[in-house]
């Protein structure tokens, strides 16, 4: 583990192998290829309703469907590598160079199609090694029974061996419901030793809870986490207040906007926090809400993604695909008077100081 570890330090770990990081160029710190949410899926209560809940999503349904995200099942499932592929490559077509795939071990992660996209599209991606939200457990796991270095072990594996040599390159996405689990505690506890092994970054989930960001940062700092490498997702649909937002960036962490390209899209499932439902920013209010922090200086520690992991959000399905940001927001950004300095800061020059392993 020294030798692979000493070879990490100073650069980014793809499913490819070890680059340069500065070969990482504009990055999506955030994103799904892969992902398998049943687990969130919920059967309409109305019987006129359940026979959309089974329908592959199409045109027909759309509509529907993105009015009722959680409610069809196909929705919630990313599984075709081809259609990955092409999704891929509109990416790279727009001026994209990396992705980071944080889909948790359990839910859908496939390493050996990540490392088919990034061959076939010619771009960086990086995996994640994780753990999501307790209600994902699955018995063979026996997360109950194992205790935090075992976890622990698991995720410093996927970085140092990798799934039959394809590496992790950050430990992420680490998920929490609201109030947190014994177990989900037990797992960030987990993180936090692995992150101190390998020097890779840790990306958190947490609950949808103005304070669960800052339990959580907690939990980590007393694990002996380095808060500075750790990525706090979901900033938009997580914190409503400002001042809860400050004072999370005080600790010095990431704070993640991650789901850029959602407007529209009505979840009507709140893992039983009633602060996110329905109200979710859009784009120009995600970009607000950041530059309100870059002008308390903060600008080196945001980070902004969309977050694809349902059907609706691809361009095939009539979404804005992985390109949305290069296409749309960055466009916005300047209509905002957002400097091509602070949109290179935000989109190159912080993902890859977060990438690079310590």
């Not at 692979?4 to 990081?21: C, F, M, P, Y």
């Not at 398998?36 to 089974?54: G, H, M, T």
């Not at 349904?61 to 009015?67: G, T």
């Not at 907690?218 to 979901?234: E, K, Y």
Request: glycine share 8%; aromatic share 8%.
């Amino acid at each position: 583990m020294r030798g692979k570890r000493s070879e990490l330090k100073g650069k980014a770990q793809t499913v490819l192998g070890i680059i340069d990081r500065d070969l990482l160029g504009f990055t999506l710190p955030h994103e799904h290829f892969f992902i398998d949410c049943s687990v969130d899926f919920r059967e309409p209560s109305n019987p006129k309703e359940k026979d959309l809940a089974y329908q592959p999503v199409s045109f027909e349904n759309l509509s529907w469907v993105r009015s009722h995200i959680w409610f069809n099942l196909d929705n919630v499932c990313l599984t075709d590598v081809s259609e990955a592929i092409r999704e891929a490559i509109l990416f790279k077509e727009a001026g994209g160079q990396s992705v980071i795939d944080v889909t948790p071990n359990h839910v859908g992660r496939d390493p050996k199609a990540l490392a088919r996209i990034a061959k076939e599209a010619g771009i960086n991606v990086i995996m994640g090694t994780a753990y999501y939200r307790g209600p994902s457990y699955k018995p063979e796991m026996k997360v109950e029974s194992k205790t935090e270095e075992e976890i622990a072990s698991e995720f410093v594996r996927d970085i140092i061996e990798g799934i039959n040599g394809i590496c992790a390159g950050i430990i992420g996405e680490v998920a929490c419901s609201w109030p947190m689990t014994e177990n989900e505690r037990k797992v960030l506890r987990a993180g936090a030793i692995a992150q101190q092994q390998t020097g890779a970054a840790l990306m958190v989930h947490p609950g949808f809870y103005d304070e669960a960001p800052l339990e959580i940062i907690d939990i980590l700092r007393d694990a002996g986490a380095d808060i500075s490498r750790v990525i706090m997702c979901h900033m938009g649909e997580t914190i409503k207040s400002h001042s809860a937002r400050f004072r999370l960036a005080d600790t010095g962490c990431y704070l993640e906007w991650d789901r850029f390209g959602s407007d529209g899209e009505y979840p009507f499932y709140n893992e039983g926090s009633p602060n996110l439902i329905p109200d979710v920013p859009n784009d120009p209010e995600r970009l607000n809400q950041i530059v309100q922090l870059i002008g308390e200086g903060f600008l080196n520690q945001i980070l902004i993604s969309h977050d694809t992991f349902l059907k609706i959000e691809l361009h095939r399905f009539g979404g804005q695909g992985y390109s949305h940001i290069l296409t749309n927001v960055i466009p916005l950004m300047r209509e905002k008077r957002i400097s091509d300095e602070i949109i290179h800061t935000i989109t190159v020059e912080n993902p890859k100081r977060i990438l690079t392993f310590v």
